[in-house]
Every structure is written in C-alpha cells, then in structure tokens.
C-alpha cells in the first residue's frame, strides 16, 4: 500500500480549492462596477483597473500574483473572455 505524505494530502485538498477561487466564461458577475468589483473580490482577486470600452466592461485584475484581463457583458453581465494579462506588451516597442 502506497503511504502518503502530509504535504502531498494538504496539496491534493488546496490545489483543487485554488481552481474553484477564479471565475471562468459565462459567470454572472452584474452589470455595475460595484456588483463586479465585489463579486470578483470575493473570489480573491485584485482589481488594477476597470473601464467600459466599445460596449464591454474590461477588468484588470490580479489573483495569486497572475494578472488577467476580464471581459464583462455589459447587456447581461456574464463574463465573456479571461485573459492573462501580457507584461511584457509595452516593452517590445523598444
């Protein structure tokens, strides 16, 4: 009989918890800034930036030290596209 150790149990219970902390396409998150930012706060994230743009509501946020651009209906405010956030998008410009 294989043994396990503490910490490979302990990542077994908190890996999967981590998956469930992120929002994914199709979460309804609102239509106000105020229903976003909270919802998206509960689920641990780090708001950097938010703005309406060409009838989407674009979120800028960190979670876990990984940032992402989150694209919200502004119709019915479900998410429509997750995103990782490219740093490195300004700096090629050199």
Do not use: C, W
């Not at 294989?2 to 998956?19: F, Y």
């Not at 641990?44 to 989407?56: L, P, R």
């Not at 919200?72 to 956030?85: F, K, R, T, Y």
Request: charged fraction near 30%; hydrophobic fraction near 40%.
């Amino acid at each position: 009989m294989m043994k396990l150790s503490k910490a490979t149990l302990l990542a077994g219970l908190v890996i999967p918890g981590l998956a469930f902390a992120q929002v994914a396409p199709g979460d309804k998150l609102g239509t106000a800034e105020a229903d976003i930012r909270a919802k998206l706060e509960a689920h641990g994230y780090t708001i950097t930036e938010f703005e309406v743009e060409d009838g989407e509501i674009e979120v800028e946020a960190t979670l876990n030290g990984v940032a992402y651009e989150i694209e919200v209906s502004s119709q019915d405010g479900n998410v429509v596209e997750i995103a990782l956030e490219d740093e490195d998008e300004d700096s090629n410009d050199s």
